[in-house]
């Protein structure tokens, strides 16, 4: 790959200090990413949110961050200030999180917010926005599309309305999607039909993806690469097709514990987190 990595993580460390002492979020994350489809796994806590808000520099204030450098597309983003992030955000790196009632505005129409997004960032006029708004709408599924321009997000299922921040997202043409569990609140059949839509998008647009979640089978299915966090570090990094070759206990045992169709399973494989995983972890894996 001749082409400068599209974002380049290294040696990060996320912690906060808190009244019941001092907490290692993230420790030691590095990788490199390109027009690729990365997908971060790990349970609950793990860090794999504060990973990804760092490329967009929107940590929690009270975070502790120390990196040797976070860069985006040639861009030093640790070093970066406010306006500069300001026009990364949204314009170049779009963010899709996992409740749609949480990212889209309940008091704007589908068509205010999709415009708003391209006037932000002045991409073009009034007319063109509504143009392109209404052809990412038809893009990300919607037949009617002039009926879901005029609602407003309470009008919308969680899916239709994951499926307008996905076009949301895509009005000002970014680079990188950011997904962190962008279908966790969803119905498994609707779930499948916003990831089909977003992989759609993220290929056809040749962008990057950093795909999050807790759900390995998803991310292995939707993703080229995985990060596997594990208690704030990464502990394995893998092609999807080589999952079963997983090496970490961790790992291992998340791979052990997906239900598979090809064999009986009486009960999931509960995750039993055995001395050996610590010293995968103080050796750094
Ligand atoms: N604002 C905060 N204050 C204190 N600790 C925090 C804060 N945000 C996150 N953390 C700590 O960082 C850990 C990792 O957070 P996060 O990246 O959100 O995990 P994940 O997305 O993998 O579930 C949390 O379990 C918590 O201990
Ligand atoms: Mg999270």
């Given amino acids: 790959m001749t082409e400068q990595p599209l974002v380049e993580i290294s040696a990060l460390d996320i912690s906060f200090t808190t009244k019941s002492g001092r907490v290692d979020a993230v ?7 390109g027009r690729e489809r990365l997908g971060i796994v790990g349970e609950s806590g793990s860090g794999k949110s504060l990973t990804a808000r760092c490329l967009l ?3 929690p204030a009270n975070a502790e961050v120390r990196s040797r ?3 985006f597309d040639g861009i030093r983003v640790d070093t970066a200030g406010e306006a500069e992030m300001r026009r990364l955000r949204g314009r170049r790196i779009g963010m899709i999180l996992q409740d749609p009632k949480y990212s889209l505005n309940p008091l704007l129409t589908v068509s205010q917010q999709l415009c708003e997004m391209f006037s932000i960032h002045r991409v073009g006029n009034r007319a063109e926005a509504r143009a392109k708004a209404i052809d ?3 893009a990300v599924g919607f037949t009617d599309a002039d ?5 407003y997000p309470h009008e919308l299922s969680g899916g239709m309305g994951q499926r307008a ?6 009005m000002t043409d970014p680079d990188l999607i950011v997904a962190d569990e962008p279908t966790s609140a969803l119905d498994v059949t609707v779930k499948l039909k ?7 998008m993220v290929r056809e647009r040749r962008m990057g993806l950093v795909l999050i979640s807790h759900d390995l089978n998803l991310v292995a299915a939707y993703c080229d690469r995985i990060l596997i966090m594990y208690r704030g570090r990464v502990v394995e990094t893998l092609n999807s097709p080589d999952l079963a070759a997983a090496r970490h206990p961790y790992t291992r045992a998340l791979v052990d514990s997906l239900p598979r169709l090809d064999r009986q399973v009486d009960r999931l494989k509960t995750l039993d987190r055995g001395a050996d995983w610590t010293r995968w972890e103080n050796a750094g894996a």
Avoid: E, K, P, Q
């Avoid at 009926?147 to 609602?151: Q, T």
């Avoid at 921040?165 to 895509?170: G, H, P, Y």
């Fill in 165 to 170: 921040m996905i076009a949301m997202m895509l």
């Fill in 57 to 59: 520099g929107i940590l």
């Fill in 27 to 33: 420790r030691g994350v590095s990788f490199t990413m």
């Fill in 69 to 71: 450098h976070i860069v």
């Fill in 194 to 200: 916003v990831l089909d839509t977003m992989d759609r």
């Fill in 147 to 151: 009926r879901v321009m005029a609602s």
């Fill in 136 to 138: 990412l709408l038809r």
